[in-house]
């Protein structure tokens, strides 16, 4: 029943109850007016009580019923359940338990506070730092590229590790890439520098290593051909301009210590096999991706001893000191296989078989990724490793 229907049926019964009371007086009132021959007290008097239980009944009825109509208003105010039965309402006993799956281990928790970032373990407590600039100018905290030669697919990412950026003062990005190609895009060129952390100026001789050595590479590749690259002339000549920056700065080339490691790579067969040069002085590493585990496998750089009870990170050769140390060979790389060149922020956590970060890698990398997701997997979350961290990896995609 709707409010306007509560309310009419409450007003008609007031009408009624007033009607039959106005009859009830003026009977009462022409019944004592009227004389009686007989028992004319007990007939008023009876009279007048009727007039009184009318009007009593006519105000109680009047009350309840505005008293009904008021409750009648507020269950109409109050929403009623639907009469439509809703799909799927049935409702069956509690299922039997079922035995579940054994999970599997994760490769990575991430941070609650950056869920693009990897993090392996408990993390590493600087991670969570505030980043902090260094006093002077530098190059920045993050680069990133991605692009196409010919066949092959190129991501590349540095990032400042979080025991450079957190300190104080805070220090630069010691780390350097470069990537290029020939004049015909027949060859994919990539340098990796790191410079060490012991000289004051190994932002700038890492900065000076990569662009020379790509520069170098092409030059020598227009010269002398894909097979005629040379390591010694290459890392020769690369370590005159970066003694040159040094007596510009003039400081010693101690100041300006790095190690690097190069590679071009030539592009495929009619098989779709391609073929890499890869050489390198210093301990940043060179790693092929192996589908069948999956794995990155070490195949170029300085390996560390990692046998010994504390791995050292003394490196034998550095430039622009000793460049007849730098040695090279080639390698060779199947349809959908990688190569990744690497600094010992992502080296050394590649190479360490107690943890899995390798295997994540090997996961996320087995083909090619956006940019920022690379970069932020380059920024990477895991105990001890503090160091500064750059990726150059070249998916081979097969016959251009």
């Not at 050595?213 to 890392?235: H, M, N, P, S, W």
Request: aromatic fraction near 8%; proline fraction near 7%; include cysteine.
């Amino acid at each position: 029943m709707s409010r306007d229907d509560s309310r009419r049926d409450g007003l008609m019964d007031g009408r009624l109850r007033a009607v039959l009371f106005v009859a009830v007086v003026i009977g009462a009132f022409i019944e004592v007016s009227t004389p009686h021959r007989r028992y004319g007290p007990l007939v008023d008097v009876f009279a007048l009580a009727a007039v009184g239980v009318v009007g009593a009944a006519a105000v109680l009825g009047s009350e309840s019923a505005a008293t009904l109509a008021r409750q009648r208003d507020r269950l109409a105010q109050e929403p009623q359940p639907s009469t439509t039965v809703p799909i799927c309402r049935y409702v069956t006993g509690p299922a039997a338990p079922q035995s579940q799956p054994p999970r599997p281990r994760p490769f990575l928790r991430e941070r609650p506070t950056d869920l693009s970032v990897p993090r392996f373990g408990d993390g590493a407590r600087a991670q969570g730092y505030p980043w902090l600039l260094p006093e002077r100018t530098v190059q920045n905290g993050i680069a990133a590229d991605e692009a196409t030669v010919g066949a092959f697919t190129i991501r590349a990412a540095s990032v400042i590790g979080p025991g450079h950026r957190c300190g104080q003062p805070a220090e630069p990005r010691q780390d350097s890439y470069r990537i290029g190609r020939s004049r015909d895009s027949r060859y994919a060129i990539v340098a990796v520098a790191d410079g060490l952390s012991s000289a004051a100026w190994s932002d700038a001789g890492a900065t000076t290593a990569s662009s020379q050595a790509v520069t170098l590479l092409r030059e020598q590749i227009e010269a002398v051909g894909f097979g005629g690259l040379d390591v010694k002339e290459l890392y020769g000549r690369i370590a005159e301009s970066i003694a040159a920056h040094a007596a510009g700065r003039g400081v010693g080339t101690s100041h300006v210590a790095t190690v690097l490691i190069t590679a071009v790579l030539a592009e495929p067969d009619i098989n779709g096999v391609a073929e890499a040069w890869v050489a390198w002085l210093g301990d940043s590493s060179a790693w092929t991706l192996d589908l069948r585990g999956p794995l990155w496998r070490f195949c170029a750089g300085e390996a560390k001893d990692r046998a010994a009870a504390v791995v050292s990170n003394e490196v034998a050769g550095r430039l622009p000191d000793t460049p007849q140390l730098a040695r090279g060979h080639y390698v060779t790389l199947a349809p959908g296989a990688a190569l990744a060149l690497v600094t010992d922020g992502i080296g050394d956590a590649w190479a360490e078989p107690a943890g899995n970060v390798n295997e994540y890698f090997a996961n996320a990398w087995r083909s090619p990724v956006p940019a920022t997701r690379f970069t932020a997997d380059v920024g990477f979350d895991a105990p001890q490793c503090l160091d500064d961290r750059t990726a150059v990896v070249v998916w081979n995609g097969g016959r251009a």
